[in-house]
């Protein structure tokens, strides 16, 4: 089990460029997010999906996209970087809670290793 | 939207201490809670869990309680070592379809030899 794989680990872009970030899971997660983690901010929620084919709106999803095509893989986009996007991004994944009380599964985050991008 | 609020923000103690953190949430939906440690450079890792119908859970030297009808939550961990500093996140989660995480600020933990 690999876990939860991200690439790149270091990208530096300059402003309007755009670039994917990977990220792709081997466990069986249903449930996979993107983080961003900027100094005395915490981990701010910028999209999420609960499937493949389903996605949402995190808390600050401006600039960014995301699809998700398979239960392994769930990518975001930047579409036209800008300096205020320099932070370091995390993906995690987790099992679903719609089975929340019936079964004993472990509901917590897995997180990627982090992207840490400098839009210059 | 689930607003988690987390304090002290940074937290000194000395090796042998305990040390709590305290969280609070804003959305009684909310049931599950969860906390993770980052250690400098690295990625955040899960170390314990609480469900709502639970009010209290130990693993060694760390527990956590939780108060639902004041929708706060701690985490306390005994006999603080130095391998104990690190960055911890508290986060509260719904159920069913759509669980979005919100995350607590974090508080700096510095354990003193």
């Known amino acids: 089990n690999a876990g939860v794989t991200q690439t790149p680990k270091f990208q530096v872009l300059k402003t309007g460029q755009s670039m994917t970030l990977q990220c792709a899971q081997d466990m069986n997660h249903e449930y996979m997010s993107w983080y961003r983690q900027d100094p005395g901010m915490g981990l701010r929620l910028i999209h999420y999906?609960?499937?493949?084919?389903?996605?949402d709106q995190g808390e600050v999803p401006n600039g960014y996209n995301v699809s998700r095509s398979t239960t392994e893989d769930f990518p975001l986009r930047l579409l036209s970087a800008a300096p205020s996007q320099t932070s370091v991004y995390f993906c995690a994944s987790s099992y679903s809670n719609s089975n929340f009380w019936a079964t004993g599964s472990n509901y917590g985050y897995t997180f990627g290793s982090g992207t840490r991008l400098t839009v210059v | 939207g689930e607003n988690v609020e987390q304090h002290p923000s940074t937290l000194s103690v000395q090796e042998g201490d305990s040390a709590v953190i305290k969280c609070t949430y804003s959305?009684?939906?909310?049931?599950?809670f969860p906390w993770y440690k980052q250690e400098l450079g690295k990625r955040p890792q899960l170390i314990i869990d609480?469900?709502?119908?639970?009010g209290e859970k130990k693993d060694q030297r760390i527990a956590v309680t939780l108060n639902k009808t004041a929708k706060h939550f701690s985490l306390h961990i005994t006999e603080t070592q130095p391998e104990d500093s690190a960055v911890y996140f508290c986060a509260a989660s719904g159920w069913g379809g759509y669980q979005k995480v919100t995350f607590g600020i974090g508080t700096k933990l510095q354990v003193i030899p």
């Open positions: 609480i469900r709502s119908n639970v």
């Open positions: 999906s609960v499937g493949a084919g389903i996605t």
């Open positions: 959305d009684s939906a909310s049931n599950y």
